[in-house]
Nanobody
Framework: VQLQASGGGLVLAGGSLGLSCTASGFTFNNYRMSWWRQAPGKEREFVATITWGGGSTLYADSVRGRFTISRDNAKNTLYLQMNSLKAEDTATYYC???????????????????WGQGTQVTVSS
């Protein structure tokens, strides 16, 4: 079971960046997926989540209206399109899968048991 995040980089404030997370080793289209981020010296923070079929999404207040989570089950890939980026969006971004959900709210980290290695996003102001 593996999640491989990619697409991070350096972008100017107000710019856009797209992240991808490629899954392998499990039936991707059966499971809820999510994006999280962690800035230096801060706690890991929920960003967005999407149901197995893509029909339902949930966003953190801080990114709603600017970020869009999506998935392509045929390609076993999760996406995060980030627009109108701000300096405070600077963090390492992680994708996560809930392969054995325990019934917590989808914005709780404990609901996810499989995590990718992270990709760095730096927004310069």
């Amino acid at each position: 079971v593996q999640l491989q995040a990619s697409g991070g980089g350096l972008v100017l404030a107000g710019g856009s960046l797209g992240l991808s997370c490629t899954a392998s080793g499990f039936t991707f289209n059966n499971y809820r997926m999510s994006w999280w981020r962690q800035a230096p010296g801060k706690e890991r923070e929920f960003v967005a989540t999407i149901t197995w079929g893509g029909g339902s999404t949930l966003y953190a207040d801080s990114v709603r209206g600017r970020f869009t989570i999506s998935r392509d089950n045929a390609k076993n890939t999760l996406y995060l399109q980030m627009n109108s980026l701000k300096a405070e969006d600077t963090a390492t971004y992680y994708c996560a899968a809930a392969l054995t959900p325990v019934g917590l709210a989808p914005n709780r980290a404990e609901e996810y048991d499989t995590w990718g290695q992270g990709t760095q996003v730096t927004v310069s102001s």
